[in-house]
């Protein structure tokens, strides 16, 4: 019911229902006429911007599909965030994984084969929460935890020696290592 009806206990009497309740005889046949043909190019031309926004959208967005055995990283929830992960604050995870797709469950739905740490997770997820992995050499994933100091440091170790570079100058040779370290890519050797 609208709240026109509910408050006068009638249907409102607008240009759309002159000619269904007989006003035609009092306002004249080429008044309702012409309120008919205003509200059909108004209808018209709300479809057509409503067409026209459409596909301008389908444009840019595009179906994801995966393949069993394909890698994704899984979004994490906001509110599942702090209680599984147990990071929570700026140190906040955004992704997790990759894990390996199991199977499709239906249209949008894939199973994924994640580690017995998640417990009473659901391995089932929509294919909003899925981004695609892209297999990279250099990405280096650890799987262990980093073990945080009360003042959120942690012991930096080095894993592997990339580059070794002797400069000369006047008097004396100085030797600098590129060292890559424990928990940082190759964009964080130093």
């Not at 209808?43 to 994704?72: C, M, P």
Request: glycine share 6%; aromatic share 10%; hydrophobic share 35%.
């Amino acid at each position: 019911m609208a709240p026109y009806e509910a408050l006068y206990g009638r249907k409102c009497r607008s240009p759309l229902y002159w000619d269904e309740v007989g006003e035609r005889r009092i306002l004249g046949p080429d008044s309702v006429e012409e309120m008919i043909e205003i509200v059909r190019q108004i209808r018209q031309r709300i479809k057509e911007a409503q067409d026209r926004h459409k596909s301008y959208s389908n444009v840019r967005r595009t179906d994801l599909q995966f393949n069993v055995g394909d890698k994704v990283f899984l979004t994490v929830s906001p509110s599942k965030r702090i209680t599984i992960f147990g990071v929570k604050g700026k140190l906040k995870l955004r992704y997790v994984g990759p894990y390996e797709i199991l199977e499709n469950v239906g249209p949008v739905a894939y199973r994924l084969a994640l580690p017995p740490s998640f417990g009473n997770v659901h391995n089932v997820f929509h294919v909003s929460q899925l981004r695609k992995y892209v297999f990279d050499p250099k990405h280096i994933i650890h799987q262990e935890e980093m073990i945080l100091n009360p003042d959120l440091s942690y012991e930096e170790k080095p894993e592997a020696i990339l580059d070794r570079k002797v400069q000369e100058l006047r008097n004396k040779a100085i030797a600098t290592v590129k060292v890559l370290w424990k928990h940082h890519g190759y964009e964080g050797a130093t």
